[in-house]
């Protein structure tokens, strides 16, 4: 049985892959300290060890007797990052390195979370993995020395690792009553109750929505591959949605006309994010997409489901 531990693994994004591995038959121990992550998300089977990604001693525990770690464990946001600086810092970077100090022992593979929030306002779209990265936030920037780091890991240490860049990525368990959530389960956990929602800035903005499940799969098809070189891969769909046609589609797909809040822009928030996914789709053999709406629909049944 192969045995994996997956950082952050109560969350969103690590409690769909959790799921994932235990149906397969692997054995996964979750190291998680439930700040935004919920026991509730883990399915039985699962080992769970509350603990701080950036204590070396309870990631060197939590990584003993590894097949492979999925390191996910951050603070997920770009407004957190920017009111709590030094907070945020250690939980997404010295998180990072605490991860990868554990794994030079056994060189036991990383495959971790970077995001798109690399790139910054990248003024080439779609956006390829060679583009320069010039991040607009702290979110960003920690993210991008986690690849640095990544690449220290695998370069002197031996580890290998495989950064993949998430663009913004939605579905089931995203907290929809969190201010930092996601963007689509905010709007789908208001719209659906013919509540307003807030736009920052003036909507135009574009993202490319990628479905928990696609990243899930890239997820298990890194650490089945793992490619040499410390590599980063966009995890994405290649398809733009300005914030203000997001609102319109969702508020469609409730049977309800969307009313819309103009609120000033965020900080740190860029304008246009849509990443190119051949890289990633021929390096990880990944299949196409689920298409947005289908996605969002999935969403919004879950919703009904819970609240
Ligand atoms: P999430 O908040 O649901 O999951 C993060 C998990 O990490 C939570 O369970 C939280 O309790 C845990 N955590 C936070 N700080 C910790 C610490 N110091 N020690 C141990 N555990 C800690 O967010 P998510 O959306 O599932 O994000 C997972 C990863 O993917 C993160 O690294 C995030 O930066 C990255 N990412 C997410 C998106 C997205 O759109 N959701 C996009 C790009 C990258
Ligand atoms: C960033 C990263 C993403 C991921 C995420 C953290 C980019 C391009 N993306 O996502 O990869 O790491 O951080 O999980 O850097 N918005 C509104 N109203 C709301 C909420 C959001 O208008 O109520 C806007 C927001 O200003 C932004 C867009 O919606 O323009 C998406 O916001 P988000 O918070 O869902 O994600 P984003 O793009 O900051």
């Known amino acids: 049985m192969t045995r994996y531990l997956i950082t952050g693994g109560a969350g969103f994004i690590g409690s769909h892959l959790t799921d994932a591995l235990i149906a397969r038959g692997d054995a996964v121990r979750v190291l998680d300290d439930l700040s935004t992550g919920r026991r509730e998300n883990l399915p039985a089977g699962a080992e769970l ?3 701080d990604v950036a204590d070396p001693a309870a990631v060197r525990a939590a990584m003993d007797g590894m097949d492979g ?16 600086w030094l907070g945020t810092n250690r939980a997404n970077l010295v998180g990072a390195i605490t991860v990868f100090d554990a794994a030079r022992a056994a060189r036991t593979p990383v495959v971790y979370a970077s995001s798109a929030a690399v790139y910054g306002d990248c003024p080439i779209q779609p956006i390829v993995e060679t583009a320069p990265t010039r ?3 702290a979110y960003g920037a920690d993210k ?5 780091h990544a690449a ?3 370069g002197v240490h031996g580890v290998p690792t495989v950064g993949l860049r998430f663009f913004n990525v939605f579905g089931p368990r995203q907290d929809a009553a969190s201010p930092y959530s996601g963007v689509i389960s905010i709007f789908a956990g208001r719209l659906r109750r013919g509540e307003p929602v807030d736009v920052f800035g003036d909507g135009a903005q574009t993202r490319d929505f990628v479905y928990v499940a696609d990243v899930v799969a890239a997820l298990v098809a890194a650490m089945t591959r ?5 590599p980063v891969f966009n995890v994405c769909t290649g398809s733009p949605t300005s914030v203000r046609d997001l609102a319109h589609h969702i508020a469609a797909l409730c049977g309800q006309a ?13 304008r ?3 990443g190119a996914p051949a890289a990633a789709r021929a390096a990880l053999g990944l299949a196409p997409p689920l298409a947005l709406p289908d996605g969002l629909t999935r969403v919004l049944d879950w919703l009904a489901t819970t609240r």
């Open 226 to 230: 793992l490619p040499d070189g410390s």
């Open 135 to 137: 991040p607009r936030s």
């Open 272 to 274: 246009h994010s849509v």
């Open 152 to 154: 220290v890991a695998t």
């Open 144 to 148: 991008l020395a986690c690849e640095l």
């Open 49 to 51: 060890v509350v603990g």
């Open 258 to 270: 969307a009313t819309l809040r103009s609120r000033p822009p965020r900080d740190g928030d860029i």
């Open 69 to 84: 770690c999925f390191h996910l464990a951050a603070i997920a946001s770009v407004a957190r990052a920017s009111s709590d």
